[in-house]
């Protein structure tokens, strides 16, 4: 049984810095993703991980500020926010790509997914 297990979010004041864990039990990891949603927003990819390589990728609104990280032996990702901005205010969640896809972006290309954590950014 795959699980995924996000933890770190809270509330921080703008310019202020967050780091979301996900630990990962279960399944083949090709790739991990982060995504969030802030409705009435669809979900929103925010950046990936490939596993093997550690090949990193970013959404535009977050590159510069958001690192994604590794670690293959504790089979974690993490996702350092930094610079955070109200706009950055949403559930985030991590996701396994249990199969390899070349479309690390997509939503639908993830097999399982946490719960979800909230983020929220004061101004």
């Known amino acids: 049984q795959v699980q995924l297990a996000e933890s770190g979010g809270g509330l921080v004041q703008a310019g202020g810095s967050l780091r979301l864990s996900c630990a990962v039990s279960?399944?083949?990891?090709?790739?991990m993703g982060w995504f969030r949603e802030a409705p009435p927003k669809d979900r929103e990819f925010v950046g990936a991980?490939?596993?093997?390589?550690?090949?990193?990728y970013y959404a535009d609104s977050v590159k510069g500020r958001f690192t994604i990280s590794r670690d293959s032996a504790k089979n974690t990702v993490d996702l350092q926010m930094t610079d955070l901005k109200p706009e950055d205010t949403a559930i985030y969640y991590c996701?396994?790509?249990?199969?390899?896809?070349?479309?690390?972006?997509?939503?639908?290309?993830?097999?399982?997914w946490g719960q979800g954590i909230q983020v929220t950014v004061s101004s």
């Open positions: 991980i490939k596993w093997n390589d550690g090949t990193t």
């Open positions: 996701a396994q790509d249990s199969r390899g896809s070349d479309y690390v972006h997509v939503d639908e290309e993830y097999d399982f």
């Open positions: 279960g399944g083949s990891i090709f790739a």
